[in-house]
T-cell receptor, first 114, second 115 residues
């Protein structure tokens, strides 16, 4: 089975622009979670989607949004980029939306905001 | 919110020796899972080992084992016969049944393996 894939792997954007990142979960997985990793704040939870519904959201401003499609693929969008949004964005997928299900991480998208 | 604390930002170990990484956590939940993840320079998060809180027996995976002290809220990772490929950042993480499906991660321990 193919693992979790994230596209693009690397991205450079300018402050004020917006960006969309994509995550394709493992086939059959219906839950997708997103995390931001920065040297200063570490790994922080952004949001989780299950069957196209946002189930949980972390403490991030409204500039960060996401969605999930009927095929379980998920996208996250960051509008009005700030320098502090430079980070590695990781997504993780699992079969279900409870802690009993294993989560599998993708390779991440490295976003650089200049 | 749940907190996970890793008090060792950096550790080093001689090849073939044993090293223990420390982790403590704070929770009022009874149903939760604890994890150790490895993040090499490729940045891919790799699951090393996981422990279910209701299981008293410590989890083991080949050269990796944990010392789970539930009352003390401690969850340390022991790596035996350390290999060069073990060099990476190691994150301790928590997931609880009543706090959503999200991970709460520690700040990480950077492990260096000395040949």
């Amino acid at each position: 089975k193919a693992g979790v894939t994230q596209t693009p792997r690397y991205l450079i954007k300018t402050r004020g622009q917006q960006v969309t990142l994509s995550c394709s979960p493992i086939s059959g997985h219906r839950s997708v979670s997103w995390y931001q990793q920065t040297p200063g704040q570490g790994l922080q939870f952004l949001f989780e989607y299950f069957s196209e519904t946002q189930r949980n959201k972390g403490n991030f401003p409204g500039r960060f949004s996401g969605r999930q499609f009927s095929n379980s693929r998920s996208e996250m969008n960051v509008s009005t980029l700030e320098l502090g949004d430079s980070a590695l964005y990781l997504c993780a997928s699992s079969l279900g939306a409870t802690v009993a299900y294993e989560q599998y991480f993708g390779p991440g998208t490295r976003l650089t905001v200049t | 919110a749940q907190t996970v604390t890793q008090s060792q930002p950096e550790m080093s170990v001689q090849e073939a020796e044993t090293v223990t990484l420390s982790c403590t956590y704070d929770t009022s939940e009874s149903d939760y899972y604890l994890f150790w993840y490895k993040q090499p320079p490729s940045r891919q998060m790799i699951l090393v080992i996981r422990q279910e809180a209701y299981k008293q027996q410590n989890a083991t995976e080949n050269r990796f084992s944990v010392n789970f002290q539930k009352a003390a809220k401690s969850f340390s990772l022991k790596i035996s016969d350390s290999q060069l490929g073990d060099a990476a950042m190691y994150f301790c993480a928590y997931r609880g049944s009543n706090t959503g499906n999200q991970f709460y991660f520690g700040t990480g321990t950077s492990l260096t393996v000395i040949p």
